[in-house]
């Protein structure tokens, strides 16, 4: 009887381990939540445009929120945390990708004078959506940052997505400077953003 | 359970990305800084011989680092991003261009092509130099891109002789109009420069690549410039390889100097000039005129939302294999969670959207929920961003999809990897948090468009 019930045992704890792991295999943990749950928590994120005095600009940088909401910005210019994003830094960037020409990091384009598209002017933001050119004139890939997509942006959508980007709020995040797709140039940044740990070796 | 699902959207983020599109930019401003200046360009029509025979080495490694994305490494227009821009690049070997200041059929003088690369071209993604790079290194890489052409060599631009400009006044806008009228330059323009009563406005160029006709009321957006001498030039010269002809045979002079003052009174503010009742105004115009025609809306938001970037096989070079634009069959590898190759998204009725239902289609796009249940990872297919679209630009964009040519590309299902492979991922993934999940495109999958 006693074995029986040691076997019994040994039986419904290699079940239950099996069922655990084909519930992870089948239902993978992002498949639990319904997916309003991922949509609304990102696409909530994106600041409202209701502080802005001027109504002209209010309109436009309502028209550009929904087009920075929809384009998917925030899939790579989001500031990765060691609990999911960290939507309250709004497009602050800092992500990397690996590529075949080298490692990218989005940049950061929240409205900061030192570390943010405050220092760089209209036309220069509009170029790299629509030339994929950057302002110290290297080109990237139309798969990288996919300006091949933004390219076909109306100028006038274009603007809309500046104006904004300019009214986001302003989060300092220093984010690598990478005039060429090599290794990071920018050691010093590098160390704020990684804590030195070396991505573009891989692992 | 929350918990659970933060924890994926955590990944979302860190993708590394493998993209194949990313070789051919490989060395950007090394090699360039250390030049000696050059001489400044020979003057207008005197060209190639007068060109100092070293320019054009220096100006192909500028090409090499600026051009060949769009343009290509030979300077056929066939670089990685091309598919995607509309209008397409040039394509140099064919030695016909668009912005002249030279006869119907000529080939540009070095002046036109200077202008080109300095000043860009506006409403494309030329961007202008100018502000980029130093005035030697375009005048070298204007050199390199007229070797790409035999006609530089054997033929002299013929630079039209410019009537003498008519100013703009109210009495030359109204001869203007009557010439517009004349010319019937509505049936491509419309009326109004908008497109209103054109009877077409979607045409092709002489390389079979998609061409709409200029909206006039956006001088913004003229290739060549907005002002009436550039105007004027692109009636005495044509628009070489599309269908918009040299009126020099069918207009005197002063009519088309007029008829270029009516075409600048045509243009409207731009949105950043605009006071709250006028934005308010255009964009309740753009909306009425996107429920008119919900397949151009859809063509557009299609085009901006980067479909085409991952529902299209790739060649070598990263770029968009001939015809098969939205025919999915890219592979994304995303680990540990599986094979996910994109979907064929044109409107073949075996392989493609073409047996799918609205509803199958708009639940996929912004809940990633395929038909048969299965549930895609928030990235590669960005569908959470697409859950914010407006109902009507859902739509707009099932209307396009449904008209898209079908295009014949059996995709596989997603496979998932093994039990204990998946288990060690996801192991490393929640329990040791170090090892995001990982996009990687190993190549294409589909029936056509191959292996890599």
Do not use: C
């Given at each position: 009887m006693k074995r029986f019930l040691k076997w019994a045992f040994f039986i419904v704890l290699i079940l239950a381990v099996a069922g655990f792991c084909a519930f992870l295999y089948f239902i993978p943990p992002f498949f639990i939540a319904p997916p309003e749950t991922f949509s609304k928590a990102q696409n909530d994120a994106a600041p409202t445009v209701a502080g802005i005095n001027d109504p002209a600009e209010r309109a436009i940088a309502e028209h550009g929120r929904y087009l920075v909401v929809t384009a998917g910005c925030i899939g790579c210019h989001q500031?990765?945390?060691?609990?999911?994003?960290?939507?309250?830094?709004?497009?602050?960037?800092?992500?990397?990708?690996?590529?075949?020409?080298?490692?990218?990091?989005?940049?950061?384009?929240?409205?900061?004078?030192?570390?943010?598209?405050?220092?760089?002017?209209?036309?220069?933001?509009?170029?790299?959506?629509?030339?994929?050119?950057?302002?110290?004139?290297?080109?990237?890939?139309?798969?990288?940052?996919?300006?091949?997509?933004?390219?076909?942006?109306?100028?006038?959508?274009?603007?809309?997505?500046?104006?904004?980007?300019?009214?986001?709020?302003?989060?300092?995040?220093?984010?690598?400077?990478?005039?060429?797709?090599?290794?990071?140039?920018?050691?010093?940044?590098?160390?704020e953003v990684y804590g030195g740990k070396d991505y573009t070796t891989g692992k | 359970m929350t918990s659970a699902s933060r924890r994926f959207v955590r990944p979302i983020a860190i993708?590394?990305?493998?993209?194949?599109?990313?070789?051919?930019?490989?060395?950007?401003?090394?090699?360039?800084d250390a030049q000696p200046p050059t001489t400044p360009s020979a003057p207008?029509?005197?060209?190639?011989?007068?060109?100092?025979?070293?320019?054009a080495a220096r100006g192909k490694r500028v090409y090499d680092s600026r051009c060949v994305e769009c343009h290509g490494k030979t300077g056929v227009g066939d670089g990685p991003a091309a598919p995607m821009l509309m209008p397409r690049p040039r394509d140099f070997t064919a030695g016909r261009y668009k912005l002249r200041s030279t006869e119907t059929g000529s080939i540009p003088t070095d002046e036109d092509l200077l202008r080109t690369v300095r000043q860009g071209v506006y409403g494309s993604a030329m961007p202008a130099w100018e502000k980029l790079l130093p005035d030697a290194e375009i005048q070298d890489v204007v050199v390199y891109i007229k070797t790409l052409s035999p006609r530089f060599t054997t033929e002299l631009a013929a630079a039209v002789t410019l009537g003498p400009q008519v100013p703009s006044s109210p009495e030359s806008i109204a001869r203007g109009h009557q010439v517009f009228e004349r010319l019937s330059c509505g049936s491509c323009h419309g009326a109004d420069g908008h497109g209103t009563f054109a009877i077409a406005t979607e045409f092709e160029d002489d390389w079979n690549h998609p061409l709409t006709a200029a909206d006039l009321t956006q001088p913004w957006t003229f290739h060549g410039g907005a002002t009436s001498r550039d105007i004027y030039l692109r009636f005495r010269t044509g628009i070489s390889g599309t269908p918009m002809p040299s009126f020099k045979d069918t207009a005197t002079d002063a009519e088309m100097w007029d008829l270029a003052n009516f075409v600048v009174s045509l243009g409207r503010k731009p949105v950043w000039s605009m006071n709250a009742e006028e934005v308010a105004a255009l964009y309740a115009r753009d909306a009425a005129e996107a429920k008119a025609d919900p397949i151009k809306r859809g063509k557009y938001l299609v085009d901006t939302h980067l479909c085409a970037v991952c529902h299209s096989p790739l060649d070598q070079d990263g770029k968009i294999m001939p015809g098969m634009t939205l025919a999915g069959g890219q592979l994304m590898r995303v680990l540990p969670f599986g094979d996910y190759p994109t979907g064929n998204l044109t409107s073949d009725k075996e392989t493609g959207l073409g047996g799918w239902t609205d509803d199958q289609i708009k639940r996929v796009i912004t809940t990633g929920t395929r038909p048969n249940g299965v549930r895609l990872p928030p990235l590669p297919m960005d569908w959470s961003a697409f859950s914010a679209m407006t109902p009507a630009d859902l739509n707009a964009m099932v209307a396009y999809l449904r008209t898209v040519p079908p295009v014949s590309n059996k995709v596989p299902e997603i496979t998932r990897p093994l039990l204990p492979m998946y288990l060690w991922g996801k192991f490393k993934m929640l329990i040791l948090q170090d090892d995001p999940p990982i996009i990687i495109y190993p190549g294409n999958v589909g029936t056509k468009g191959g292996q890599r």
């Open positions: 500031v990765p945390g060691p609990k999911g994003p960290q939507f309250d830094k709004y497009l602050a960037g800092g992500l990397k990708f690996l590529t075949h020409g080298g490692t990218y990091v989005a940049r950061n384009l929240t409205p900061d004078k030192e570390t943010g598209l405050a220092r760089r002017t209209d036309g220069e933001v509009k170029r790299v959506m629509r030339s994929g050119v950057f302002p110290d004139g290297h080109v990237t890939s139309y798969r990288v940052m996919p300006w091949g997509s933004y390219t076909n942006w109306t100028e006038e959508d274009r603007h809309a997505v500046v104006v904004y980007l300019r009214h986001l709020p302003a989060v300092r995040r220093r984010i690598p400077d990478q005039g060429a797709p090599s290794p990071f140039r920018d050691p010093a940044a590098y160390e | 993708g590394a990305l493998v993209f194949s599109g990313a070789i051919g930019f490989g060395a950007v401003r090394g090699g360039l207008t029509g005197s060209a190639v011989a007068a060109a100092p025979s070293g320019s």
